[in-house]
């Protein structure tokens, strides 16, 4: 009489449209359950690298537009993104210098006119073909740290998938007697911690 009771009691109601609990999905639902998560997925990965790209371009973008740097006249908007920049790599660049050397870069730069910059290669090359070390040494480095980032995101994954063809490749290669001996030890775990191999 308990077990009929229990049964009984165990069942939930049913609201319309639902499921009962033994009814698999049919091939489409699968499918577009599927779908759904990889689609959410594949959301929320490129937000995230959108993200670190513009995390980038805020500490980086104003090095790159050499126009607006070496010959625009805003010196405000200038006075800000070295700000940022300096707050960021302050270990490595002193901002308010930075900004003075960029105005200074400006001054020569507009009077050579037989001499136009571009390009931030174009800008560094002519920073080191100006002088020695001691010409610009905030600018030079600000330029040297920009173009040797890694604009790409994927440099984590590409080290795994690195690792993975190095594991599978030790895989592949290890022979029989090593395989067999490594499970060995793997079994008599205790007898090796006693001997200390």
Same mark, same amino acid.
């Given at each position: 009489?308990?077990?009929?009771?229990?049964?009984?009691? +165990?069942?939930?109601?049913?609201?319309?449209?639902?499921?009962?609990?033994?009814e698999a999905l049919t091939a489409k639902q699968e499918t577009e359950r599927v779908m759904k998560c990889t689609l959410d997925r594949l959301h929320s990965e490129i937000d995230q690298r959108f993200t670190?790209?513009?995390?980038? +371009?805020?500490?980086?973008?104003?090095?790159?537009?050499?126009n607006k740097l070496c010959y625009s006249e805003d010196k405000n908007e200038l006075k800000t993104n070295c700000n940022t920049f300096g707050n960021f790599y302050s270990s490595d660049v002193n901002a308010q210098d930075l900004y003075e050397e960029i105005l200074d870069c400006r001054l020569l730069l507009s009077r050579r006119i037989d001499q136009t910059v571009s390009r931030?290669?174009?800008?560094?090359?002519?920073?080191?073909?100006?002088? +020695?070390?001691?010409?610009?040494?905030?600018?030079?480095?600000?330029?040297?740290?920009?173009l040797t980032i890694g604009v790409s995101i994927a440099g984590c994954e590409?080290?795994?998938?690195?690792?993975?063809?190095?594991?599978?490749?030790?895989r592949a290669t290890m022979g029989q007697d090593r395989l067999t +001996?490594?499970?060995?030890?793997?079994?008599?775990?205790?007898?090796?911690?006693?001997?200390?191999?």
């Open positions: 009489m308990m077990s009929t009771l229990k049964g009984v009691h +165990d069942e939930k109601k049913q609201m319309p449209g639902e499921k009962s609990k033994g670190r790209l513009q995390d980038t +371009d805020l500490k980086f973008g104003f090095l790159l537009d050499i931030p290669e174009e800008l560094l090359k002519f920073i080191v073909e100006y002088g +020695d070390d001691g010409v610009f040494p905030n600018l030079r480095v600000a330029l040297q740290m920009m590409r080290s795994f998938s690195k690792l993975k063809l190095i594991l599978s490749y030790l +001996d490594l499970a060995l030890l793997s079994v008599e775990r205790e007898e090796t911690e006693k001997n200390e191999l």
